[in-house]
T-cell receptor, first 111, second 113 residues
Framework: GQNIDQPTEMTATEGAIVQINCTYQ??????LFWYQQHAGEAPTFLSY????GLEEKGRFSSFLSRSKGYSYLLLKELQMKDSASYLC????????????FGRGTSLIVHP | EPEVTQTPSHQVTQMGQEVILRCVPI?????FYWYRQILGQKVEFLVS????????KSEIFDDQFSVERPDGSNFTLKIRSTKLEDSAMYFC???????????FGPGTRLTVL
């Protein structure tokens, strides 16, 4: 089966740094996505990691360790607009695309 | 900036009725997807579509569901006989050949009574 774990909710202060973790146990692994979803809106793509390591994209970075079944999304210089749900999704099947999503982490940024 | 569009934004239907949800992917994209999200729950993959045929589908995508690209721009999801548990937000997404960034539409909220 597929199992993806993320914290349900996190809070942080404007201007700070926050790390959202995701662990997965899946029947295979082909890549891991991070999406941002504001309430009532569609998910927005943030990153896709296939190989181990850190990928940086502006204020957002995503890290992957395939051997540990672990990823994190790092958000720097938090802004109020970063308050959203952050979804971790794993594509477990090589050569195809059938992603499994986590339940998402609701991040609340306060002044 | 090009974007994925979906119509209608909200659809209310009676149980047992057929519904068709419509999507217009970004014009030069080749891969199309449908997802659903039941209120308060996680996003679930339904189906992917490429080169006028289904590439992959999840266990959710049973015989009640079908997809079609009737012309060069529209991509539709049909639910033949809706059930109460089909009530959800349905998102369409698309991406091009390069990369894995999918662009999601704003969604259609389906309510089955």
């Amino acid at each position: 089966g597929q199992n993806i774990d993320q914290p349900t909710e996190m809070t942080a202060t404007e201007g700070a740094i926050v790390q959202i973790n995701c662990t997965y146990q899946t029947s295979g692994f082909n890549g891991l996505f991070w999406y941002q979803q504001h309430a009532g809106e569609a998910p927005t793509f943030l990153s896709y990691n296939v190989l181990d390591g850190l990928e940086e994209k502006g204020r957002f970075s995503s890290f992957l360790s395939r051997s540990k079944g672990y990823s994190y999304l790092l958000l720097k210089e938090l802004q109020m607009k970063d308050s959203a749900s952050y979804l971790c999704a794993v594509n477990p099947t090589g050569g195809s695309y059938i992603p499994t999503f986590g339940r998402g982490t609701s991040l609340i940024v306060h002044p | 900036e090009p974007e994925v569009t979906q119509t209608p934004s909200h659809q209310v239907t009676q149980m047992g009725q057929e519904v068709i949800l419509r999507c217009v992917p970004i014009s030069n994209h080749l891969y199309f997807y449908w997802y659903r999200q039941i209120l308060g729950q996680k996003v679930e993959f339904l189906v992917s579509f490429y080169n006028n045929e289904i590439s992959e589908k999840s266990e959710i995508f049973d015989d009640q569901f079908s997809v079609e690209r009737p012309d060069g721009s529209n991509f539709t999801l049909k639910i033949r006989s809706t059930k109460l548990e089909d009530s959800a937000m349905y998102f369409c997404a698309s991406n091009g050949l390069a990369g894995n960034e999918q662009f999601f539409g704003p969604g259609t909220r389906l309510t089955v009574l």
